[in-house]
Nanobody
Framework: QVQFVESGGGLVQLGGSLRLSCATSPFALDYYAIGWFRQAPGKEREGVSCISSSDGSTEYVNSVKGRFTISRDNAKNTVYLQMNNLKPEDTAVYYC??????????????????????WGQGTQVTVSS
């Protein structure tokens, strides 16, 4: 059974930083691309970033490029999302999930969210202005 447990969210001011953590199983890190997603009130869930299990390559949506960094620590079975220079539009519940069909991200955080499963419970990020 693959599970994800997100943590690290909170309230931060404009321009601040947070690091989100996504704890999972070694199996998930070895065999699935892992994505971070977010959902703001009244909006659809959107992809934020992804890290491939095959080679550790990463992908980001344009709105977070240069500000967010995804990484993984296999020893801790955890995927991280370092978020810098946060903006009010980053306010959302952040989730991680596994792409059960691929080991590489291949653009799926924008075109293939339906391929992701085993969603965690999410962690709230609120950015105040």
């Amino acid at each position: 059974q693959v599970q994800f447990v997100e943590s690290g969210g909170g309230l931060v001011q404009l321009g601040g930083s947070l690091r989100l953590s996504c704890a999972t199983s070694p199996f998930a890190l070895d065999y699935y691309a892992i994505g971070w997603f977010r959902q703001a009130p009244g909006k659809e869930r959107e992809g934020v970033s992804c890290i491939s299990s095959s080679d550790g390559s990463t992908e980001y949506v344009n709105s977070v490029k240069g500000r967010f960094t995804i990484s993984r620590d296999n020893a801790k079975n955890t995927v991280y999302l370092q978020m810098n220079n946060l903006k009010p539009e980053d306010t959302a519940v952040y989730y991680c999930a596994a792409n059960l069909r691929r080991r590489r991200c291949s653009g799926t955080i924008t075109t293939g969210i339906y391929e992701y499963d085993y969603w965690g419970q999410g962690t709230q990020v609120t950015v105040s202005s």
